[in-house]
């Protein structure tokens, strides 16, 4: 079991903790679709490192090899900060070509699960439904799990410190990932 996914039982009956990061977790799908990209950058902290490994099939058994290894080998993202703010400003440049016209974005966040808080930081799992339609039939479905570490923050209430996504799909049939998740 990986480090964004241990679980406590503790933190498991904590309603109000739950709620708050639920609605985090809502607020940023909300930014995301209404395209407040430069808001979404404030939910993420410096030190952030979002990933998003490749998915392999794999014969039963074989678990340790359905995902990418970070250390090893090529992922769809292995980003920090500064990488995620210059893809935003390249979309929000108005010329990005992949978002020429812009494309229309649904988020869509259930199973929020808080699974464990040290210090300042909690751990939630969760999974996601992206929708994309561009031009008139360009239609992209993206979904799967995230596994997050939030740190507390006066500003934004969290701040995103890790994010590992897991997509269901093994092949991207996009032409571009021009999303964040």
Known sequence: MTDLQRPKSEVRNDF???H?????LYREARLLDERRLSDWLELLAEDLHYFMPLRRNIKYG?????YSDPET??????????????????IETGVHWAEEPVSRFEHIISNVEVT???GDEIYVNS????????????VQVFCGRRYDVLRRDEVTDFKIVKRKILIAQN???A???NTFF
């Open 16 to 18: 109000l903790l739950q």
């Open 175 to 177: 032409k571009v990932i």
């Open 73 to 90: 080998e090529i992922s769809y993202f292995d980003e920090d900060k500064s990488i995620l703010t210059g893809r935003v400003r390249q």
């Open 127 to 138: 999974k996601f439904y992206t929708y994309q339609n561009r031009l008139a039939d360009e």
């Open 20 to 24: 708050q990061a639920a609605q985090f």
């Open 62 to 66: 074989d678990w340790h090899l359905e």
């Open 116 to 118: 464990d808080q040290i």
């Open 171 to 173: 092949v991207l049939l």
